[in-house]
């Protein structure tokens, strides 16, 4: 998490690889191939969708002050961008 000055900036990482899996299923949705891929190099599959869980319930908080980005979203990083202060 990085103190940005105007909002908290939390960088997930390699948490998650598509915003679909915080924000409620796109659009778009996530590809299957990449869900599937996701789940092939997870070293636990448990523990994946666990964070998962904590990243959308941060995520549905829609805190202003909060911004949740990840190392594999598109999206993600142009909203961040676009907002940036």
Same mark, same amino acid.
């Given at each position: !998490?990085? %103190? #940005? +000055? ?5 960088? #997930? +990482? %390699? !948490?998650? &690889?598509?915003? *679909?899996?915080?924000? +409620? ?6 590809? /299957? ?6 789940? /092939?190099? #997870? !070293?636990?599959? @448990?523990?994946?969708? %666990?964070?998962? *869980?904590?990243? =959308?319930?941060? &995520? ?10 990840? *190392?594999? %979203?598109? @999206?993600?990083?142009?909203?961040? @961008? /676009? =907002? /940036? +202060?």
């Amino acid at each position: !998490a990085v %103190d #940005a +000055g105007h909002r908290w900036l939390l960088h #997930a +990482g %390699d !948490a998650f &690889y598509h915003h *679909s899996e915080i924000d +409620g299923g796109g659009p778009p949705p996530m590809p /299957a191939s990449l869900r599937a891929f996701e789940m /092939a190099v #997870a !070293a636990d599959r @448990k523990m994946v969708l %666990d964070n998962h *869980s904590r990243l =959308t319930e941060l &995520y549905r908080r829609q805190d202003p002050d909060l911004l949740i980005v990840c *190392s594999h %979203d598109r @999206k993600l990083y142009e909203h961040a @961008k /676009a =907002t /940036a +202060g």
